[in-house]
């Protein structure tokens, strides 16, 4: 019966080990005038999106090994310092030999010029454009009320809007529903972020989303919420969203806190 038992926890370490390395199954999250753009789902806030030769890595944690099999990185967008968002491990076990490394100034005071072949500081409401084609813009995320001792304060980090030829995608960082997310226009596919008490509920987020109405909307960064709630919120209200609720939670947690 030991025996048993030791060969079923081996059994057992082998199979989270390689759900932990498993390669991420990827889906086109939009079609663009350049091609679709493929979304692989990591973990919590960590995405991976590729479009026209370019692989962009948001917020990159849980271990270089859950990032097998995708393409290297030539862009990085880290929206800020919190361990589920910045997790230097999983950086310095990454391929960051040609990634622009795009980021916050509280990330830089993090990190420095540490990771990538070059960084960009970006304050809110800044835009910069590559050489490859990507327009990246810097949107503010923060909590409501704003306030200097919030787990998210104004300024502190970045929400990106990202231009892929006709499209244009909004990652939301770690917000509430705050008047610059309400206020976007033309969104093609939104990552809205939603778990208390580090953002905002399933409620909020709807009602947020609600105003500014994307083509598409993952719920991301959601543990503990039930986001069939959130469909079910943007159903009521009437607003022609594509909800698409995916498992972010499928592969385990190797590194980061729980924010």
Sequence with gaps: MKFFTSMLSIGLLVFAANSATAAPQGETATQTAQGPVTLYPIQHASFVLEWNGQTIYVDPTQGAGAYAGLGTADIVLLTHAHGDHLDRATLGGLDLRRALVVMP???????????????????NGETVHTDAGVGIHAMPMYNLPPSEDAYHPKGWGNGYVLTLADKRIYISGDTEGIDEMRALEDIDVAFVCMNLPYTMGVEQAADAVADFA?????????????????RDRLAEADVATDVRLRDWYARLIQSGDKQ
């Design 105 to 123: 100034q509280s990330v830089a005071d993090e990190i420095g010029d540490d990771y990538g072949y070059a960084q960009t500081i970006m304050d």
């Design 214 to 230: 994307p083509a598409v909307v993952y719920p991301y960064h959601y543990r503990g919420q039930d986001t069939a709630v959130f």
